[in-house]
């Protein structure tokens, strides 16, 4: 049986507004990996490499419900993560030995205990001098509508 859009758009509702994972009251952590991996229902966190160079530190998602649309654009029902103060923004503050190359990020709880969720850049990001960083587009969740389960 395909879900309505009325029961897919409740579902979203409810994974954003969860307070034992997305809608969580202890903030959610996004962390940039650095050794290529493949996004997928079974990655785990033990097979992720994070970030280690100067400055870098996994940045915390709003607390709370987050954002839930329909993008129109892409016809995918989204949870958009609540962006800290600064935007989704790592930077570098000495140059790393050897140079690091961001391939994804992902999202993990506060514990990082569960990993929730990763994306790959749409081109790896090599770190080797201080000064540099990284910006990534508001950080989402997409979810096809209809799509069964």
Known sequence: ????????????????????????????????AVAPFTPGLDLSLGTLTEATFTGYAALLVGTGGQLVYYDVATGYRTIELLAPAGGWHWGCTVAPTPAQTVSGLYVTDGADANLWGSVLLPAPVSISAAGQGIDVAPIKFAFLQNSPF
């Open 1 to 32: 049986m395909i879900p309505s859009r009325a029961l897919f758009n409740q579902l979203a509702t409810l994974l954003a507004a969860d307070s034992t994972t997305i809608g969580s009251a202890t903030a959610m952590k996004v962390h940039l």
